[in-house]
């Protein structure tokens, strides 16, 4: 129990605050959305959901039957990405394509040994399935990068030759092994932090309004910021829960590499927290019923986390009328933080703009809540 | 009971009313317009009016909460709305359903209250002893608030909003929803409080509250009516109220010529009584002749004179006679519930349910909120599978051919059940479907129920924004489409002005004469007058079954006139409630 030496308007917000977590914490919905929600995301996004190419099925249409060919056909057979067919005629394939058996077709042309000696930039040809147009894109950078890998070693093989015209090599910094899921499950952990932030909140003071508690409240001395702040503190602290269990998860159960600092890593997630909430409370301000409030928190909250954050799709690849509206959500600074956090380390040139930007939106979100929060009825 | 005013003396002048008026948009008519009234100390003030007559309106606006359009709210002076802060350090509210957190313990909701209110210390453990011996509550501490009983969750409400020792208490509609004992208890308690320093508001929509009022604010579609005492008005009405006692079997017939004579302003069913409010100087020799039975005068009561202030009651005609095909009696039951019981667990919310109906009689499920009546309605409507027991209705068992006996009966739910987003006209035909009515067949009978109920004007009108009484006839006309044999009605008269009632029971009146039996819930005792028999129904089981009449006088000691259905209520719960004390011992 509080003491007596509080002043009244601290002690009020305790008292709304600890209500407020007794809620929580007696409501079985709330505790399944902070805590079971984010497992089950994090599993299908960690093991279910993968945007990796492992053994798709190509062909290889062999129109060359020199060493060269042979010894590229052997680097695309020893790829785990790919699980080879070949032939002699491209028309025995095609159809296998065109009835979705197969993802891509390589062809290795007749002429491919005189265009690779002479360092003809494409000498072979690469035909994907355009209706499956993720899977497409994988098998032709996949096949380009065993390509590009087979090219390397060859011509490093033939390092005695002075003619070292620089080759390109690729290599992915940070996320050596191009695993989706170390981006995916940092990404999800901003998705559930959305929902806590932004769904849940949502959902509080439109509960309060339909179920006839918020009048009793309002007619007492309670002032508005005191009423702000007891909605505010419980769910950030459910917040906070939430991402301790998400990144515990993303470690030990699915091996994602940590290579920042702690103290990074809940600096960018309080950062989050306050646009996210901000946004909650906002919307559950404006419009006093729980269905609004809830649906408006999907498309506001959890869509643009997940679609338009650069958790699944690329910002960079976005047209710019998109690119430019991601600009405004919290999210996506959020999901840059994590992975960086993640996967490269405490990069500040990174994380501060991101957690400037954060507060920034934050800071809008709870002005207008702010300004919208009756302390009046009608 | 007619409690007399107990709070005569106090009255300083506290809260100013000065001729507000209130807009929610607009276009629409006002919530409230152009009201002035005064509240005093130490007594009761009565906001007494039908649903959607602005009494929660009104208390927002005297809680600060809420800014009236044009006018002011003055408290000891100062605008309620400039001056919220101050208001609220002495205003102890208890919103409709009564504003507790029903996730929170007793305890728990006692404490946030009283940490918002800036109590604590010694004097917080003081205040919470007091009331919670004051409410009963005391071995519930660490009950959810949303484990409560109605009554007991009322008495919390009013215990959060007594905390601190406010001095404007304003309580908005704190009895619906509570048993009759409960409520009294209420009114009891909250008239040990008032005393010289402490005004109280209470909200009520039942005009036998608004009897007991030490003054009362009369509302009707946000105008104000009347204010002052409520005696001064029913006073107005003495020597114009007559009882007429009849052969019970008579009362239906004759009601409706009285309701169309001229010299007669209102007539209801009492039991087996008719109760006539008469014109001033009405020729008394002429209103015998309507009735066959003995004229005796009667005490007037708050609601004749609400009545009359109305403009007096419907005149009796229901066109549902020429709109309805009568069914032949056969006499045999035609509803029939033998030992209904509903189990869910170890809870029994309804067990060994038995009684039968006839053809053209209307039978009432009496009981609080929470009794079993709907579980009871819902088994014979085949919505709900009874753990024992069986239930007929127009001979078709409800195990076997639920959705055939649902063919035949019409049901009326408690709340508006429509479409609010579309035409009248487009709800009938939707229910004309659901019925399975031919298409010419519907069109006939759409026709038929928008006459009869006077809504042909309303036809293209979107059924959510209809006047309160209009869309009660369209969820009527929608039950009788299909010429049901029996009608369920399930609170179908609660929170509605006393005309809008009136005019309901004579289409129910017009009904019976057609022979279709009607089965009424309600929790209103007023409303149990109009049925020809009751059965009493109390946590779950039968108390008590017979005519509204039979029950008063099964109660009434020495002076009979004195028992009204609700003490009759009251009486029969407490005999059942020692009956099954002696049992267990």
Known sequence: MTGPILPAPVRRTLSLARKETFQIIRDPSSILIAFILPLILLFLFGFGISLDANSIRIGIVVQDGRADARSLIQAFEASSYFDVVTAFDQAELEPVLVSGKLRGLVIIPSDFSERLRARDPTPIEILTDGSQPNTAQFVTNYAQGVFGVWQARLFGDAAAKPSAAITPQPRFWFNAELTSRYNLVPGSTAVVMTIIGTLLTALVIAREWERGTMEAVLATPVSRIELLLSKILPYFLLGMSSLVLCAIAAVFVFDVPFRGSVFALVAVAAAFLVPALGQGLLISAVTKNQFVAAQLALFTGFLPATLLSGFIFEISAMPLPIRTVTTVIPARYFVTSLQTLFLAGDVWSVLLPAITRMLAVGTFFLTFTWLATPKRIA | ?585
């Open chain 2, 1 to 585: 009971m007619l409690d007399k005013p107990i709070h005569q003396s106090g009255g300083q002048l506290f809260v100013q009313i000065r001729e507000v008026t209130k807009h929610f948009s607009a276009k629409g008519p006002p919530a409230l317009e152009t009201v002035s009234g005064t509240i005093e100390t130490g007594k009761i003030t009565g906001l007494v009016g039908p649903d959607g007559a602005g009494k929660t309106t009104l208390i927002r606006l005297l809680t600060g909460l809420s800014r009236p359009s044009k006018g002011a709210v003055l408290i000891e002076g100062e605008d309620a709305y400039a001056s919220q802060h101050y208001l609220h350090q002495m205003l102890g509210y208890m919103p409709q359903r009564f504003g507790l957190y029903e996730d929170l313990s007793v305890m728990e909701n006692l404490v946030l209250f009283a940490d918002l209110k800036g109590l604590s210390g010694p004097q917080r453990d003081e205040t919470f002893s007091h009331l919670l011996k004051f409410t009963d509550l005391a071995r519930f501490t660490e009950r959810l608030a949303g484990a409560l009983s109605g009554g007991m969750k009322q008495k919390l409400g009013l215990a959060c909003a007594l905390l601190t020792r406010p001095r404007l208490l304003l309580l908005d509609e704190p009895s619906v929803g509570v048993d009759p004992i409960s409520r009294r208890e209420l009114w009891s308690m909250v008239s040990k409080l008032v005393d010289k320093s402490m005004a109280v508001v209470w909200a009520t929509a039942y005009l036998d509250e608004a009897e007991k009022c030490d003054k009362v604010l009369l509302l009707s579609d946000g105008k104000l009516l009347y204010s002052g005492s409520p005696a001064n008005l029913t006073d107005t009405m003495t020597g114009r109220v007559y009882l007429a006692r009849l052969p019970q079997a008579k009362r239906r017939e004759t009601i409706a010529p009285l309701l169309a004579d001229a010299s007669v302003a209102d007539a209801i069913l009492h039991g087996d009584a008719i109760r006539l409010l008469t014109q001033k100087s009405a020729d008394l020799a002429h209103i015998q002749g309507l009735v066959d039975g003995e004229l005796v005068p009667a005490a007037p009561r708050f609601e004749d004179a609400f009545v009359d202030r109305l403009g007096g009651g419907p005149d009796g005609r229901s066109p549902l006679v020429d709109a309805m095909k009568t069914h032949t009696d056969t006499g045999e039951a035609v509803v029939e519930a033998r030992g209904l019981t509903k189990r869910y667990g170890s809870f029994a919310a309804a067990s060994n349910i038995t009684f039968s109906q006839k053809r053209g009689e209307i039978l009432g499920l009496l009981g609080p909120n929470g009794a079993g009546k709907s579980t009871t309605f819902k088994m014979l409507c085949g919505l709900t599978a009874p753990s024992e027991g069986e239930g007929r209705v127009a001979g078709y068992d409800l195990r076997t051919a639920a959705a055939d006996a649902r063919g035949r009966l019409g049901y009326m739910a408690q709340k508006f059940s429509l479409y609010g987003d579309i035409s009248v006209a487009q709800n009938l035909s939707f229910f004309a479907g659901v019925y399975g009515l031919g298409h010419r067949r519907a069109k006939e009978r759409i026709d038929a129920m928008l006459e009869a109920f006077d809504l042909t004007a309303y036809r293209g009108t979107t059924a959510g924004q209809l006047p309160l009484g209009f869309k009660q006839r369209l969820a009527l006309a929608a039950a009788l489409l299909h010429e049901p044999e029996v009608l369920f009605l399930d609170e179908p008269t609660s929170g509605v002005d006393p005309i809008t009632r009136r005019e309901f029971w004579s289409h129910i009146n017009a009904l019976t004469a057609k022979n279709v039996a009607v089965l009424v819930t309600t929790h209103f005792m007023e409303e149990a007058e109009y049925c020809d028999r009751i059965n009493l129904i109390y946590r779950g089981k039968t108390i008590a079954e017979g005519t509204p009449d039979a029950l008063k006088a099964s109660c009434a000691g020495a002076d009979k006139s004195a028992v009204t259905m609700e003490d009759a209520f009251i009486a029969l719960v407490a005999r059942s409630e020692q009956a099954e004390k002696e049992t267990a011992a």
